[in-house]
């Protein structure tokens, strides 16, 4: 069937934006409109169809079942259509956009990068540091890593690893609290990660009683990176993971008194749209990101819990 002139696939890209954000004003920034344009595309759009797409309420912007219906399809309808451009293009350069949780990025990636380039030297990379929570990630473009207990709906997800902690410090902290010799002895520096959850699985693995964990010194709200440069301050124990931060036990920045190693039971995915599995330089990106952290596994396989475990 051919599509006829009222054919509304400009109200379809602006629906497709409005859903993505929940917002008609970032809507209207995103695609160079104003606000009523943006409201007008939506009309013909609901025009066309028979039926709203959105419920609107004050600070809030809800998805019809016919918007949750037709959002799935546009979106790989647009997403179809940017790569069938861009390869027609025919441009011999391409640039793979990589979505990243901050300390992955800083203390892996970045490390690690150079030797994707090296073997895909017409890919160029760009690095996104993404600090969201679970459930608050944006669409990736091309690729992602992300942290969670399960996979995403609506994009492709593989298992990458699953990491596993222990409590890390400077080792002149260490030193002036008298050595930390046994699990007990980290009641002595002040603690920098949250004094429950792992901690408290922590003490019990190592056979004692947890009652006397406190409150965290430093809240970091999870964020790995700066509980680790606060520690390599000297400003106290935290609980960090021996992969990400295996360059500074190696310099002795930080030290990690015992071996006795736990999992948050959160697993590292790569994921990426589905328009996105054949494009060459997310299978490549997807092939050597895996055989990286193989090799890392072989070399230190503590460092990291099973994934079968899931």
């Known amino acids: 069937m ?36 943006v409201s007008y595309q939506i009309k013909l759009l609901e025009d066309y169809l028979g039926d709203a797409v959105f419920i609107r309420k004050p600070r809030a912007l809800q998805l019809t079942e016919t918007g949750r219906g037709l959002l799935p399809k546009v979106s790989e309808a647009f997403s179809l259509l940017s790569e069938a451009v861009h390869a027609a293009r025919g441009t011999a350069d391409e640039t793979l956009e990589i979505h990243s949780p901050p300390t992955f990025a800083s203390h ?3 490390r690690h990068i150079g030797e994707f380039q090296l073997e895909h030297p017409h890919i160029a990379v760009r690095l996104v540091r993404d600090g969201a929570h679970d459930g608050e990630y944006s669409q990736p473009s091309d690729v992602a890593i992300r942290i969670g207990a399960n996979p995403w709906d609506g994009l492709i997800c593989h298992p990458i690893m699953r990491l596993t902690y222990a409590p890390m410090l400077n080792p002149q902290l260490a030193e002036s609290v008298g050595g930390i010799n046994t699990p007990a002895d980290l009641m002595k520096p002040p603690w920098i990660s949250n004094g429950k959850g792992l901690w408290n699985d922590w003490f019990q693995a190592a ?9 965290m010194q430093l809240d970091a709200d999870g964020a790995l990176d700066l ?3 606060a520690a390599i301050a000297g400003h106290g124990v935290a609980m960090l993971s021996p992969f990400l931060f295996k360059a500074e036990l190696t310099s ?22 589905p328009a996105r599995k054949n494009t060459a330089k997310v299978k490549a990106f997807t092939a050597w990101l895996q055989a990286s952290v193989a090799r890392d596994l072989a070399a230190a396989p503590g460092d990291l819990a099973p994934l079968a475990a899931r």
Request: proline letters at 5%; a positive charge.
């Open 207 to 215: 056979g004692l009683d947890p009652v006397g964990i406190r409150q």
């Open 252 to 273: 002795g920045r930080l030290v990690q008194p015992f071996d006795l190693a736990l999992s948050d039971a959160k697993t590292y995915w790569l994921c990426y749209p």
């Open 108 to 110: 892996w990636l970045a």
């Open 227 to 229: 509980e680790a440069n």
């Open 2 to 37: 051919k599509l006829s002139r009222r054919f509304p696939l400009n109200a379809l890209r602006v629906f497709e934006v409005v859903a993505r954000l929940e917002n008609f004003t970032r809507a209207a920034e995103e695609l160079g409109m104003t606000q009523t344009a």
